[in-house]
């Protein structure tokens, strides 16, 4: 399955939730699932709120969201956290 990202641009934001799980931050995860016991196993890094991504895929469930930071860190992050904005 090859990666597929949009121009649009997206920046993370953790509207109307402090502290979940870091508040200032999402988690970047190597796959678009939380494992069920090893909560932490595939998170990767972490996105800091403001961040400015490149959108890409869509998980089937629409959970998550394929993600490209300008610094070139990619992965999965929960996609209610990924806002649309202007560039």
Do not use: M
């Not at 993370?12 to 931050?25: A, T, W």
């Not at 998980?59 to 490209?68: A, I, Y």
């Amino acid at each position: 399955h090859s990666k597929r990202y949009s121009l649009c641009y997206f920046s993370i934001l953790k509207s109307g939730e402090p502290n979940v799980p870091g508040g200032n931050y999402a988690n970047l995860r190597s796959s678009p699932e939380i494992p069920i016991g090893r909560e932490n196993e595939n998170i990767t890094g972490q996105l800091q709120n403001g961040t400015l991504v490149v959108v890409g895929d869509l998980s089937p469930d629409r959970q998550w969201r394929l993600v490209r930071a300008e610094d070139g860190r990619e992965g999965w992050i929960a996609s209610n956290f990924a806002v649309e904005r202007t560039r």
